[in-house]
């Protein structure tokens, strides 16, 4: 895993270096990210998470261990996504983000981020967990089309 991290970092540091587009990777990564958590805030809304997903392509692919191995992209990725993020709109009593870094690259982006979140399940259970997490992208047409989640 750590060579593939440092794999990605050197070919994000080589494309900035060597490859000139005219998109604008801060304001994408500043933007994406701001509407990822709003999805995740107590108050979060259905406009907040077609919002979000206005970042990604359709076919969108999506791996987040443990729960999604697999980054194969679908025709339906965009509506899967909708469907299983629709579940968890509003169960957080508390949500906090922070970009800690981010790199990018042609077509590439990777985002180094902690959060940290408290709420209820279905159950009335409470729940509360506080992660660090490096989510690469890869862009098509400037959205996103495969994301990769790695954390512990």
């Known amino acids: 895993m750590k060579k593939l991290l440092i794999c990605l970092a050197a070919v994000a540091l080589f494309s900035v270096s060597t490859l000139a587009d005219d998109f604008?990777?801060?304001a994408f990564v500043k933007a994406y990210y701001h509407a990822q958590v709003m999805t995740q805030q107590p108050n979060a809304t259905q406009e907040?998470?077609?919002?979000?997903?206005s970042f990604?392509?359709?076919?969108v692919g999506n791996q987040h261990f443990p729960n999604a191995?697999?980054?194969?992209?679908?025709?339906?990725?965009?509506?899967?996504?909708?469907?299983?993020?629709?579940?968890?709109?509003?169960?957080?009593?508390?949500?906090k983000a922070e970009i800690i870094d981010y790199q990018y690259g042609y077509n590439a982006v990777s985002i180094k981020h902690k959060f940290?979140?408290?709420?209820?399940?279905?159950?009335?259970s409470d729940f509360s967990y506080s992660k660090v997490a490096l989510d690469v992208?890869?862009?098509?047409?400037?959205?996103?089309?495969v994301m990769r989640r790695y954390s512990k």
């Open 24 to 26: 604008d990777y801060d």
């Open 48 to 53: 907040d998470l077609e919002h979000y997903l």
């Open 56 to 59: 990604l392509t359709d076919d």
């Open 69 to 95: 191995p697999d980054d194969s992209r679908e025709p339906d990725g965009k509506a899967m996504m909708r469907k299983g993020m629709s579940r968890y709109l509003g169960v957080h009593t508390e949500y």
């Open 116 to 124: 940290s979140a408290k709420g209820k399940r279905s159950d009335g």
């Open 137 to 145: 992208l890869e862009l098509e047409d400037g959205k996103v089309a």
